[in-house]
């Protein structure tokens, strides 16, 4: 088995169960912003090894240009587009919020490169957009089982909207730069989101206060942020082995997996119904014809 595909296999599944496991913390009426900050921080120290490697082998160092957009970019994906796709965690499961953020962050990111860094609009770019439109509509009709469905809809879809604009302002970054620092990058981008939650948290009268060592390893945050960064380089581990294309479709496969997972893992009150099913399916389909076409 070729390693780039087990590298982008891991990290569909470490994606898959990091939402699932956040996801348990909120049907057992765990806050949602302890549970953010729990995630946000261990998912940081996970990324203090890998970056310290990627300077440690550079010749180069990154440039301030580059730090202050991976701050920008950390201030978007790891903070602002987490909340709100959390949020649709929280409300709609996590099925439902990868779907919908998976649905409109590969479409709008291919619609946006040709608006901003005019990368060619193909014809499967724009069938793909079509069939997430499509699945969009069949995961709203989950909508009258739930009276959150619509609202973590919208949530997830946001998320995916903002995770895109992320994804133009990191393209811009390793076709304007001599070398990009990914991982360090994703350090950067979590810390920024460390800092914007605290302060965030501050500014509702909350104290700031880091989430201490846990005493259990089993601890369910710190997995579920673990995970959510091993997911991270996962990927990039895999782009060493493999092409762009190919890994970035296994790992947008990673709401199949929270499907099946979730249906196994009762607790996580995560059902899998004919509509449900056909959207997910419909959204890997989509994001391989717009990456494919890319």
């Known amino acids: ?62 440039t301030p240009r580059q730090v202050f957009l991976y701050s920008i970019s950390g201030f978007l994906q790891f903070f602002l587009a987490r909340v709100l796709y959390f949020r649709a965690v929280e409300l709609g499961g996590a099925s439902l919020a990868s779907t919908a953020s998976s649905a409109s962050e590969p479409i709008l990111t291919a619609f946006l490169a040709g608006l901003i860094i005019r ?15 499509v699945s969009m509509i069949l995961l709203h009709g989950e909508g009258k089982y ?10 997830g ?13 990191l393209r811009y970054v390793s076709l304007t730069s001599v070398r990009a620092f990914p ?15 605290h302060l965030y948290r501050m500014s509702k009268g909350f104290d700031i206060a880091l989430p201490k060592f846990p005493s259990s390893l089993l601890d369910p945050v710190l997995w579920g942020g673990s995970f959510l960064s091993m997911a991270h380089i ?54 391989m014809l717009v990456v494919m076409g890319g």
């Open 1 to 62: 088995m070729d390693p780039w595909f087990v590298f982008s296999a891991f990290s569909a599944l470490f994606l898959a169960l990091g939402n699932i496991i956040i996801r348990l913390q909120f049907v057992r009426g765990r806050d949602f912003w302890d549970v953010m900050a729990g995630m946000m921080f261990w998912g940081l120290l996970v990324m203090v090894p890998p970056a310290l490697w990627e300077l440690l082998v550079s010749d180069i160092t990154p």
């Open 119 to 133: 990368e060619k609009l193909t014809a499967p770019i724009i069938a793909g957009a079509l069939i997430a439109a």
């Open 146 to 155: 739930s009276l959150h469905s619509g609202k973590a809809l919208i949530l």
């Open 157 to 169: 879809m946001l998320a995916g909207a903002i995770a895109a604009l992320t994804a133009i302002i």
């Open 183 to 197: 991982l360090l990058g994703v350090f950067i981008g979590q810390a920024v989101a460390v800092v914007s939650l």
């Open 234 to 287: 996962m990927r990039f581990i895999a782009l060493d082995f493999g092409g762009a294309t190919q890994v970035t479709v296994v790992i947008l496969s990673y709401p199949v997996l929270i499907l099946l997972i979730g249906f196994i893992v009762r607790s996580s009150q995560e059902t899998i119904t004919i509509r449900k099913s056909i959207a997910v399916f419909g959204v890997v389909i989509a994001n």
